[in-house]
């Protein structure tokens, strides 16, 4: 089992950054691959970015694919997600993932089996 733990949410003004962090548990974690999804109010939950178990393959949506960069560290068991020139569209509550299988960054969320409590990322205009 995997126990998924994010944090560095928080609120900034257009154009800012902030870092995510998702810190997983179990030794089996280093061979998932890792998504961050989000979700708004009112809102489905949509695919953000996700980055494979090994390799470093990543995946982006369209929205974040030249403002946000993912990244793991295995040997601290985290996975980053760096988000840049950030916009109020970006409000959401954000979720990391894991996905057992590991091979595959997917973009699908029912390809992943274990989620965190998300961290509120809330941006000003």
């Known amino acids: 089992q995997v126990q998924l733990v994010e944090s560095g949410g928080g609120l900034v003004q257009t154009g800012g950054s902030l870092r995510l962090s998702c810190v997983g548990s179990g030794p089996s974690f280093s061979m998932c691959a890792v998504g961050w999804f989000r979700q708004a109010p009112g809102k489905e939950r949509e695919f953000v970015a996700s980055i494979a178990s090994i390799g470093g393959y990543t995946n982006y949506a369209p929205f974040g694919r030249d403002r946000f960069i993912i990244s793991r560290d295995n040997s601290k068991n985290t996975v980053h997600l760096q988000m840049d020139s950030l916009k109020p569209e970006d409000t959401a509550l954000y979720y990391c993932?894991?996905?057992?299988?590991?091979?595959?960054?997917?973009?699908?969320?029912?390809?992943?089996?274990?989620w965190g409590q998300g961290t509120q990322v809330t941006v000003s205009s």
């Open positions: 993932a894991a996905d057992t299988a590991g091979a595959l960054a997917s973009s699908w969320a029912v390809e992943y089996d274990y």
